[in-house]
């Protein structure tokens, strides 16, 4: 079955960029019927969406990152991508890779990856 | 953004026991809500969708229901493996938001 495998530095200097990978295995990421999201949960705290994209390249930021975030896809590689610029120590959070359809609940989702920001 | 507010925020119970989570939107979502169960280092599992129906190979003590901009969520009988936080979320437009959680723990 269609699995999601995140990876990335465990640890990122700030003001650098964290810059993280979602491989999707087990199915294509081009299917018309999915969009392809990253959300992240700080320590103890709750879920915050990032950001969605869809095969074609559409793309959907969370206005309170969208100066700071970039998401995109490869589709060669099935894996999709998320840079995070100018990061602080409140961006210290566990980032999860997710599926969802238009409209509809994250489905399937990846095991999770810590990133740290310290100097 | 369109604001979900989940209460309560925690929650003791029983095994057996039957409980309920609300989730209110602070706008109109036409039913597209999720909820989510979450265990301690793991990854969120979705178990409803569209306010009410049940994502496939979820047991069905688990239920959701919509009216208006308020949507519950429901455990039938508590099992031992349920004592996680759930999550509730609007999937109806950007940024999709979620609820601020509700941590189930043993009495």
């Known amino acids: 079955q269609l699995q999601l495998q995140e990876s990335g530095p465990g640890l990122v200097k700030p003001p650098e960029t964290l810059s993280l990978t979602c491989t999707v295995s087990?199915?294509?990421?081009?299917?018309?019927?999915?969009?392809w999201a990253w959300i992240r949960q700080p320590p103890g705290k709750g879920l915050e969406w990032i950001a969605s994209?869809?095969?074609?390249?559409?793309?959907y930021y969370n206005p309170s990152l969208r100066s700071r975030v970039t998401i995109f896809i490869d589709t060669s590689k099935n894996q999709f991508s998320l840079e995070l610029n100018s990061v602080t120590a409140a961006d210290t959070a566990m980032y999860f890779c997710?599926?969802?359809?238009?409209?509809?609940?994250?489905?399937?989702w990846g095991q999770g990856t810590l990133v740290t920001v310290s100097s | 953004d369109i604001q979900m507010t989940q209460s309560p925020s925690s929650l003791s119970a029983s095994v057996g026991d039957r409980v309920t989570i609300t989730c209110r939107a602070s706008?109109?979502?036409?039913?597209?809500l999720n909820w989510y169960q979450q265990r301690p280092g793991k990854a969120p599992r979705l178990l409803i969708y569209?306010?009410?129906s049940l994502q496939s190979g979820v047991p069905s003590r688990f239920s959701g229901s919509a009216s208006g901009t308020d949507f519950i969520f429901t455990i039938s009988s508590l099992q031992p493996e349920d004592f996680a936080t759930y999550y509730c979320?609007?999937?109806?437009?950007?940024?999709?938001?979620f609820g601020q959680g509700t941590k189930l723990e043993i009495k």
């Open positions: 087990g199915g294509s990421i081009s299917s018309t019927a999915y969009y």
């Open positions: 994209i869809y095969y074609s390249r559409t793309t």
């Open positions: 569209g306010a009410s």
């Open positions: 979320q609007q999937s109806s437009s950007t940024p999709y938001t």
């Open positions: 706008e109109s979502i036409n039913n597209y």
């Open positions: 997710a599926r969802h359809s238009l409209r509809g609940g994250c489905n399937i």
